[in-house]
């Protein structure tokens, strides 16, 4: 386990803005150490532990890119608009050794993956020659080395492929294959236990009382997160009360590396989490300039990181997006992956407040001239998950707009860009 010390989230301005929170959180919180070896099949969104440098060339040898004729261009007369015949002597199939050197004056008839015949060093495809009584016929003005993949021209031997860090993707593991290794080095996933607070929720499943409602947001947490690569112990709903809070918070701390809770962390006397935290820990609240969003209460029990989340859905979302996101990645020794909004043209008006970052529900469409649109959500409270389900993402507006209008360019991030 990572143990972080006390002051590790402490904060000394009035507001905390997104980036600031990141710079935070991936400046103070330290890595799971422990290492563990996975198979392929098992790699996909693991943290690579190491760096992985190309123990060979890719392509390994020269091959031929196309199903074609392998030919020397020095054979090549330079007329232009002229045709050329040469006789063919050979044939290479894909995973076959080359026989031989192609004979000056004369072409090989080569399939896509084949290593090239000694001397040759150019490809004519197949659709632009014809064949004439053994003869194949080439047009002029193709280039010498065309259709020729270079031994290490994708990547050649001792480059390093991929950094300590990477979270992999399906094309990370084919290149990991593409190496030949079967394995690979990686951190082990981090534990997150996961709680809701609230007297007015019940589990799915339980009869609901007529002023209760279901927990959702525990389930869009705990589905974040595995989507995050962690290890995820659900450990259900507290009641409102400090004292139960505090109990059940020091009796999971120091056996996971994170401790996540939504709700509660307002500052109404209803709730609790911040005094149970501050009996058991430290805790400090971070005012994030984000819409939706609120408090957001950080805090270390027993060298344990703790965050508690908003209680609305929306505000929960959001700001696990950039808290509790960015706390994974670091702790799990991943490189910080930043957001990247995509420039989109706004359909919708808008007034923000100044120094806030604000996201905007809304969907794509395609408008005039095929330009991608995004068409704000009708409605705005953070307690509406239909604005979550029925829109595509949201629409990130920096700290310094004051107002959206129609045709403005706008940058969108798309909700699968955000897990
Ligand atoms: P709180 O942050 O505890 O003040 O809650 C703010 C709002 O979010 C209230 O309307 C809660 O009922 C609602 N809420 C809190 N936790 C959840 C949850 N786990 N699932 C759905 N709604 C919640
Ligand atoms: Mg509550």
Redesign the pocket.
């Known amino acids: 386990m990572a143990q972080l010390s006390d002051d590790c989230f402490a904060f000394g301005g009035p507001m905390m803005s997104v980036d600031e929170a990141v710079s935070i959180i991936a400046a103070r919180v330290t890595a799971v150490q422990d290492i563990e070896t996975v198979s392929l099949t098992a790699a996909d969104g693991r943290i690579l532990a190491k760096e992985i440098s190309a123990p060979l060339p890719l392509p390994p040898f020269t091959n031929s890119a196309v199903d074609g004729y392998a030919v020397r261009s020095g054979d090549l007369a330079q007329v232009e608009e002229q045709e050329q015949a040469l006789p063919v002597a050979g044939r290479v199939q894909a995973g076959a050794a080359a026989q031989g050197p192609v004979e000056p004056g004369h072409a090989v008839r080569i399939f896509t993956g084949a290593p090239m015949p000694q001397g040759a060093d150019t490809v004519f495809m197949q659709e632009d020659v014809r064949l004439d009584q053994g003869r194949v016929v080439l047009p002029m003005g193709l280039k010498p080395g065309a259709n020729v993949r270079m031994a290490g021209e994708d990547i050649p031997a001792g480059h390093s492929a991929l950094a300590a860090g990477q979270r992999l993707r399906p094309q990370d593991v084919a290149l990991v294959a593409a190496f030949g290794l079967t394995h690979v080095e990686v951190r082990r996933r981090i534990r997150v236990a996961v709680f ?3 007297n ?2 019940v589990s799915p499943g339980v009869s609901r009382g007529a002023a209760q ?6 389930f869009m947490l705990m589905a974040m997160l595995v989507r995050l690569g962690c290890e995820v112990s659900d450990l259900g ?1 507290l009641r409102d009360d400090r004292v139960s809070l505090a109990s059940a918070l020091k009796s999971v701390a120091g056996t996971l590396d994170l401790i996540l809770t ?5 500052t ?1 006397e209803e ?1 609790h989490v911040k005094a149970a935290v501050e009996s058991v820990g430290t805790l400090v609240l971070w005012r994030m300039a984000i819409k939706p969003g ?1 408090p957001v209460a950080m805090g270390i029990i027993g060298g344990t990181p703790f965050i508690g989340l ?4 929306v505000a ?1 979302f959001v700001t696990f997006v950039h808290v509790v996101r960015p706390t994974v990645l670091a702790l799990a020794g991943a490189t910080q992956q930043h957001l990247i909004p995509m420039p989109v043209r706004a359909a919708f008006t808008y007034k923000k407040k100044i120094a806030r970052r604000e996201y905007v529900r809304v969907n794509l469409r395609k408008g005039e001239n095929g330009v991608l649109e995004a068409v704000k959500f009708p409605r705005e409270g953070a ?1 509406l998950l239909s604005s979550l389900v029925d829109t595509d993402g949201l629409v990130e507006l920096g700290e310094e707009i004051t107002l959206v209008e129609p045709g403005q360019t706008v940058g969108f991030l798309g909700y699968a860009s955000l897990i």
């Open positions: 809701s607070t609230g007015e929720l409602l279901f927990d959702s947001n525990r709903i939504t709700g509660g962390v307002s109404g709730d609120r908003p209680g609305n859905p929960s307690g």
